[in-house]
């Protein structure tokens, strides 16, 4: 590599490590190639990241893994909720099985923290979930008054459905390297087929991740079959004008929503960044993490809401 090469490269990693540093999450050197912004091989990575350590621009844990600063805490934090990411995604099995009985549910992935198989003690499972044409805020109505009902049991945070699409918006509005990530390390669990095509779809991820190999994690789909009952609501709803219900159920929603976030005293100038709230799409993350970290990747530090799960309303 040429020195302009490798110096841009340099930059890219602590970019990365800065990135996932905002979470107190090390990398290991496989996945700081992944998520470089700077197209790459793998052995480039290694060899800049050993003279970074040399240097001391970054630190090597004794498990393998990097930080721009020195917090071997982070690493065994970091082994710790792997493990536990490993058990509740093989827990996620049963819950998906339940959501994708849903009407109108066309594909499931897991996303947020437990996609990067990371999980703390109060994680919630994130779900990704896209549906059928004009009919997700049918879908996302039906699956949140099921939710309600697993207060019961205190198993709502398994339960945690704050991002809809339906199949005709599957290209990723926000285009930003929290977004891009966000994309690619979705892990398909119901109709993998959908959740790759919105991947491949989405050809601007390559800007920020050149490296990317789109390759899936398989171990936790869930078959389609079954699903005989789920047609035949299908079929039921559509007959009573399906259009206006799913209209409906969005106008009602929105209002809702509204409501609560003024009571709460949060700014409403910035209420629709943090719910994007349309026919065929429904993203409703209260805190509004993107905005947090990419505004403390530009240096202008994290304007905290307020600390509340993101999927309390």
Known sequence: MRNNEISSLKDAVLFVLKYFGLFSYPLTSAEVHRFLSFKCESADVDIVLNKMKKDGHVYKSVEGYYTIDKNPSWSKQRIMGNNRAEDLLRKSVKFVGIIKMFPFVKSIAISGSLSKYYADENCDIDYFIVTSKNRLWISRTLLHI????????????????????????????????????????????????????IKLQNNWLVDY?????????TRFIVESKGEKIKGLLESIINIFNGDAINKFFMRVTDKKWRRKWKRKSFPMEIYDEAFHTELNISKNHPANYQSQILSSLNGEGSKLIKEHPACSL
């Not at 991740?209 to 994690?217: A, F």
């Open 146 to 197: 099921y939710k309600k009902a697993t207060f019961l049991k205190g198993h709502e945070h398994y339960y945690c459905m704050n991002y809809f699409v339906d199949e005709t918006a599957m290209e990723i509005d926000q285009k930003n390297i929290y977004s891009a990530i966000e994309t690619v390390t979705l892990i398909p669990v119901y109709n993998q087929s959908l959740i790759r095509g």
């Open 209 to 217: 991740l050149p490296n990317e190999s789109y390759k899936d994690d």
